[in-house]
T-cell receptor, first 110, second 114 residues
Framework: GENVEQHPSTLSVQEGDSAVIKCTYS??????FPWYKQELGKRPQLIID?????GEKKDQRIAVTLNKTAKHFSLHITETQPEDSAVYFC?????????FGTGTRLTIIP | ETGVTQTPRHLVMGMTNKKSLKCEQH?????MYWYKQSAKKPLELMFV???????ENNSVPSRFSPECPNSSHLFLHLHTLQPEDSALYLC?????????????FGPGTRLLVL
């Protein structure tokens, strides 16, 4: 089956600094690379995604970069704010499979 | 916040009880999913329905029984559960069936089995 790993598992960042979370996967058939954010006690919600024909996508302070050759994609958050504190999940998927990573707990230190 | 709703939000049940979880989506989506979220484990996909037809069952024990009467409603019937089944059960929907579709999650039902 698909092997998905997220690093780091926990991350503490000073408010205003940047945060980067990396997701590695094993299935070369994966063609959709989303990131979900789950705040404490709330539902997971998509924050950004990328398809396999694009290398980078940006939405304000959030960006995702994809390296299909190396089978990894990363979430970049710049100018972090307290409301960015949450657990972030990657979920690389293809036509036959969807696998979530174990999550990264991001804490923004005021 | 009202796109996908789940009831109840919290449930405590004994191992001999029978209960049902309900999910409703108001997004006009065609596919619905049940996930299990346990502490320190990845989200586990349990069942997938496409146009109310089950297309995926990820080796889930038979004590979990899904039902999808139409593309807007999804149930998870529970019976003779075990304490290790305690978890957050999340429902999700997507516009079309396919694992490359964005998942829209409900708020979840937090289940405790005693």
């Amino acid at each position: 089956g698909e092997n998905v790993e997220q690093h780091p598992s926990t991350l503490s960042v000073q408010e205003g600094d940047s945060a980067v979370i990396k997701c590695t996967y094993s299935d070369s058939a994966s063609n959709y690379f989303p990131w979900y954010k789950q705040e404490l006690g709330k539902r997971p919600q998509l924050i950004i995604d990328i398809r396999s024909n694009v290398g980078e996508k940006k939405d304000q302070r959030i960006a995702v970069t994809l390296n299909k050759t190396a089978k990894h994609f990363s979430l970049h958050i710049t100018e972090t704010q307290p409301e960015d504190s949450a657990v972030y999940f990657c979920a690389p998927s293809g036509n036959e499979k969807l696998t979530f990573g174990t999550g990264t707990r991001l804490t923004i230190i005021p | 916040e009202t796109g996908v709703t789940q009831t109840p939000r919290h449930l405590v049940m004994g191992m001999t009880n029978k209960k049902s979880l309900k999910c409703e989506q108001h997004l006009g989506h065609n596919a619905m999913y049940w996930y299990k979220q346990s502490a320190k484990k990845p989200l586990e996909l349990m069942f997938v329905y496409n146009f109310k037809e089950q297309t995926e069952n990820n080796s889930v024990p038979s004590r979990f029984s899904p039902e999808c009467p139409n593309s807007s409603h999804l149930f998870l019937h529970l019976h003779t559960l075990q304490p290790e089944d305690s978890a957050l059960y999340l429902c999700a929907s997507s516009q079309d069936f396919g694992f490359s579709e964005t998942q829209y999650f409900g708020p979840g039902t937090r289940l405790l089995v005693l």
